[in-house]
């Protein structure tokens, strides 16, 4: 699931862990690793942070695209 997101976060040598770092998202490691996994589910806060923070020049809809 997200392999645009997690593509995007190896060419930037991101990880969860980075994530999980971040104030402004507050979100703790488990809970970014069950988003990732597909176990709960992105709101739409989450991915504009995100997008904002990390990946500018890339769409919500691409980063978050689920194949």
Do not use: H, P
Request: glycine fraction near 2%; charge should be positive; hydrophobic fraction near 35%.
């Amino acid at each position: 699931m997200f392999e645009n997101l997690k593509a995007e976060m190896a060419r930037k040598d991101l990880t969860i862990m980075d994530f999980s770092k971040d104030k402004e998202l507050n979100l703790s490691y488990e809970t970014l690793r069950n988003k990732f996994l597909g176990k709960t589910e992105w709101n739409k806060r989450e991915m504009w942070i995100i997008r904002k923070n990390y990946f500018k020049e890339k769409s919500i809809e691409y980063l978050f695209e689920q194949r």
